[in-house]
């Protein structure tokens, strides 16, 4: 399996875990690694600064809804 198909899997796993307790599902959710990739920064960086941008925690998988992501990096990480 590669890391694209494991990313999608994944996924499709938290959405539907989401929609089974009922809680809307985002629109475009990514992993640390496409979040880093898309802002420009390290991986490091992005856990370094997980308190501050919005998450999805189920288990140990961490995953973010990029809209959101968005709406604080606008308004300046807060």
Do not use: C, F
């Amino acid at each position: 399996m590669t890391p694209e198909e494991l990313s999608n899997l994944v996924s499709t796993s938290v959405r539907a875990s989401l929609a089974e307790a009922g809680v809307p599902v985002p629109d475009e959710i990514i992993d640390q690694a496409e979040l880093a990739r898309r802002l420009g920064v390290t991986v490091k960086t992005i856990r370094n600064h997980s308190r501050r941008i919005p998450s999805i925690r189920i288990g140990s998988a961490v995953r973010y809804n990029w809209s959101d992501v968005v709406k604080v990096w606008k308004k300046g990480g807060k």
